[in-house]
């Protein structure tokens, strides 16, 4: 039996984004104010994936930039720590995409670019196309026998390709960094496999299923995004404030180990490595870095961390002076292997967010974002800044005219932290959090889970900070 503890219950949180902050601020609320928590950041910051940047004067997230408000997690935690009043909605600017050489309007009766009609995406596609998505439903039964598949894959068999290429690729591209012939369907569109599972055969059916219902007449539907006006990462900084935890930056953690009633924290150099002890961690890290950690500790959990792949991605933002006309549009997601009109030459962008049409509350002067990068383009990601600004800008031109010369302009690139769900990673991550259920005191989180966004995030971190409390207040009482 373990002993009781002759301390204040210390847990180490290593990662410093939101999943490990949020663990932070719920541990702080389930173990109490005398609880020793420190968070251990390799790099310089925290925020993770959350980052506002100084942008001609204006605060500008160049990382995640919003969060789903229909999930609840993000929202009530924001309304935990008192920052209600700073969130903020989208205008009701539409997005667009572009493919096939043309620019549309998004389809709104889609999930995810899978059609829930014909009518919804026929003015994106050819006769054929369109004849492919209407008989749809005449095909044999999709039947997936408890199996995943690239969605890809089944978007091809079952409409052929041009709502793969024009729709669902440019979507998850979006999302994930990624390529719709490498993504799961399980993990990306759950609720497409929780019909086809249930027997509904035809993807045109489940999508109709899902969709919510029109809304009345006169009826304002809900808000589908937020974000907080001074930029998402206020969420981290009022996080940090809140649990008040150690915390400890630009510290690799290189090595854990398990004492028999507790953990060891390597941290730093090898040359001159610093140590921390502790009774309960929370590993909030991507999986390149969980797999190493675990190795020694868990190792058919590092052996399932090691399957996740990760993509890497750069945000350019662009500042325009005052009075730059942008498209009455949100932003524009763009088709892979689309061209310039000249046929030659590719786009570097895979989207923009006009972000000034956007969100109301930015004001002058005009700013947009354009995102770089799918999994596999590191070729793309190699150019400098300066490189990469210019193409971005031509990018611009090319599909709107826009020619302002930028009076500010922020690069920030994401090396290596975007998971890729592909096929079978809701098996790894079914073995992931099975492993760990037999390793005392320690818990995992973040965006390798069960999703990429900020409420999914939270979602695991508090389900990490419950296990984690769970065990040491158990051991207390014991």
Not at 100 to 106: E, K, M, N, S, V
Not at 313 to 329: H, W
């Amino acid at each position: 039996m373990n002993r009781r503890p002759p301390h204040a219950p210390r847990v180490a949180i290593v990662g410093g984004g939101i999943s490990g902050l949020a663990a932070a601020h719920r541990l702080r609320m389930l173990l109490g104010p005398e609880a020793q928590l420190t968070v251990i950041e390799q790099s310089d910051r925290l925020g993770g994936k959350l980052r506002t940047a100084e942008l001609a004067g204006v605060r500008f997230d160049v990382g995640a930039e919003a969060f789903l408000h229909r999930k609840p997690e993000a929202q009530e935690l924001i309304d935990e720590v008192g920052l209600t009043g700073e969130v903020v909605h989208p205008t009701g600017a539409k997005a667009s995409v572009h493919a096939a050489g043309r620019t549309h309007q998004l389809p709104a009766h889609t999930f995810m670019g899978v059609p829930a009609s014909v009518e919804a995406v026929r003015h994106m596609l050819s006769s054929e196309g369109a004849l492919r998505v209407e008989m749809e439903p005449t095909l044999p039964p999709v039947d997936l026998r408890g199996g995943d598949v690239a969605v890809g894959a089944l978007m091809k068999d079952r409409f052929g390709p041009e709502i793969a290429d024009r729709l669902v690729g440019p979507l998850l591209g979006g999302v994930y960094a990624g390529r719709a012939d490498e993504l799961g369907l399980r993990a990306t569109m759950p609720q497409i496999a929780t019909l086809l599972d249930k027997g509904v055969g035809s993807l045109l059916a489940a999508a109709a299923m899902i969709m919510p219902a029109p809304p009345q007449p006169r009826a304002a539907r809900p808000p589908v995004f937020a974000s907080l006006r001074d930029g998402v990462s206020t969420l981290v900084d009022r996080l940090a404030e809140v649990a008040k935890p150690e915390v400890r930056l630009g510290l690799p953690v290189r090595v854990l180990s398990w004492l028999g009633d507790g953990w060891r924290l390597e941290i730093g150099s090898a040359a001159s490595p610093r140590y921390l002890e502790c009774d309960g961690v929370v590993l909030a890290v991507p999986a390149p870095s969980a797999r190493k950690l675990l190795a020694e500790i868990a190792p058919q959990v590092s052996a399932a961390y090691g399957k996740v792949e990760v993509a890497s991605m750069a945000v350019v933002a662009l500042a325009l002076p005052p009075g730059t006309e942008l498209p009455d549009r949100s932003g524009v997601l763009i088709a892979e292997g689309e061209r310039y009109s000249d046929r030659i030459t590719p786009f570097t962008a895979k989207a923009f967010t006009f972000s000034s049409r956007k969100w109301g509350h930015l004001g002058e002067p005009v700013i947009l974002r354009g995102s770089v990068g799918r999994h596999g383009e590191t070729a793309l990601l190699q150019r400098s800044d300066a490189d990469l600004v210019k193409a971005v800008r031509n990018d611009l031109y090319e599909l709107t005219g826009v020619r302002a010369e930028p009076i500010d302009s922020v690069v920030q690139r994401w090396g290596g932290g975007l998971p890729q769900y592909g096929v079978g990673h809701v098996d790894l991550v079914e073995a992931i959090e099975k492993g760990i259920g037999d390793v005392p005191g320690l818990a995992v989180a973040g965006a390798t889970l069960h999703g990429v966004g900020v409420p999914a995030c939270i979602a695991t971190a508090d389900s990490a900070a419950a296990r984690v409390a769970a065990h040491l207040l158990g051991r207390v009482r014991r």
